[in-house]
């Protein structure tokens, strides 16, 4: 019995089935890690989800958006009726083992202005980039800058005037100021050392990152604490099978022999099965 095992061989099967490469090797020795860079691969990717469309003053005034009403308009009603954005994202989102930085580090997606083509799977490439974040039920248009933007913290700034509410879980409580305030370039620096940093606003607030930050090796900390909590979370459910075998075994009616695995895991339940058996039993998550 090895639940962690089997959540990690239906990663693998979940990605092979979608043609995408991964380090087998690595989903052996590592697993945990390898779990946490799919979590990060799965996130990169904007979901089709409806949201309210929030644009801020700065973009809203800005000759940028003139220059690019018509793509901001078309990602604008593609939000707002939940249609795919994934076409005007970076083709790097297919990409296993790329970590977008700025994403990790700040919860900010960029997407290309350019229009997609019949029998394109993306958008045409386009030098001026929208940045946003994207939350379940709301996008937040921030700023149409270049590619040499990404660690631009006016980009915070941008937030923080016009969506303060949002930033205020990431601000540190009680603190009024940094030794040494990173400047963009910094900023850029740290994150291609993997360096976690905080940043102090024209507003006072000083704020950790909004998307988690980054390890050492760049990868995503929110991500690498989901994937660690997870394998905990089946660590439990393995003792708790075996503190509960008769009944588990009983429900999927199968004797001592069969090897009771991971059928699902669900935002609010552990489902089990077992080899021959077509029955499942189902556990609730605690906490």
């Known amino acids: 019995m090895d639940f962690f095992d089997d959540l990690i061989q239906g990663v693998q099967r979940t990605l092979t089935a979608s043609g995408v490469g991964f380090d087998a090797k690595r989903a ?3 697993p945990i890690v390898f779990l946490a860079t799919y979590l990060e691969f799965e996130a990169r990717k904007i979901d089709d989800a409806p949201r309210r469309v929030h644009v801020s003053k700065e973009l809203q005034a800005s000759p940028e958006r003139t220059a690019h009403c018509v793509a901001l308009d078309r990602l604008a ?3 707002r009726t939940g249609q795919s954005l994934q076409p005007y994202q970076s083709k790097q989102i297919h990409s296993f083992e790329r970590n977008d930085l700025l994403l990790a580090d700040w919860n900010i997606h960029h997407l290309h202005l350019g229009e997609q083509l019949r029998g394109q799977a993306f958008a045409t490439r386009t030098g001026p980039l929208l940045f946003a974040t994207f939350l379940p039920d709301d996008a937040y248009f921030v ?16 937030i923080d005037a016009n969506w303060p509410r949002y930033l205020d879980e990431f601000t540190l409580k009680g603190v009024i100021g940094v030794s040494h305030a990173p400047t963009s370039a910094d900023v850029s620096k740290l994150r291609r050392a993997g360096i976690q940093t905080v940043i102090p606003l024209a507003s006072g607030r000083v704020l950790t990152p909004p998307g988690g930050g980054l390890t050492t090796a760049r990868s995503s900390i929110a991500h690498m604490m989901r994937a660690q909590a997870i394998h905990r979370l089946l660590e439990n459910a393995e003792e708790y099978v075996r503190q509960n075998e008769t009944d588990v075994r009983a429900a999927l009616k199968i004797g001592s022999a069969e090897v ?3 059928a699902s895991l669900e935002p609010d339940r552990i ?10 039993h189902s556990v609730p998550i605690a906490g």
């Open 260 to 262: 009771v695995r991971l």
């Open 28 to 30: 052996q020795t590592d």
């Open 271 to 280: 489902v089990f099965t077992a080899d021959g058996s077509p029955l499942q």
């Open 77 to 79: 009603e593609l939000a």
């Open 143 to 158: 700023a149409v800058m270049d590619h040499s933007s990404f660690s631009e913290i006016e980009l915070l700034e941008i």
